[in-house]
């Protein structure tokens, strides 16, 4: 019987699967990045830029940037139907 004394394992070495397991961590960080890196770069220019190029030629101003000066820059709404159909369908 031990009297408050602690017993210390000593480290052990980490085994064959801890090595490898923080290995293939460390290889999908790394390849994970590649990876977001590839599909925003491919997702910018082969979905955004094309629709940014078409919605142009249409003449869409997707931002209105008119640097005039304006009294307001609210948007002018018809009015809503008072009708229960009308509050049915929000959008």
Do not use: C, K
């Amino acid at each position: 019987m031990m009297n408050g004394s602690v017993v210390v394992q000593p480290e052990r070495e980490p085994g064959l699967g801890s090595v490898a397991w923080r290995a293939w961590l460390a290889y999908t960080q790394r390849a994970s990045a590649y990876q977001t890196q590839v599909i925003l770069s491919l997702a910018y220019y082969l979905i955004l830029g094309p629709s940014i190029i078409i919605a142009r030629l249409f003449g869409t101003r997707l931002l209105d940037l008119n640097p005039q000066a304006r009294r307001s820059y609210w948007l002018e709404r018809r009015p809503m139907e008072r009708t229960v159909e009308a509050l049915e369908r929000q959008f």
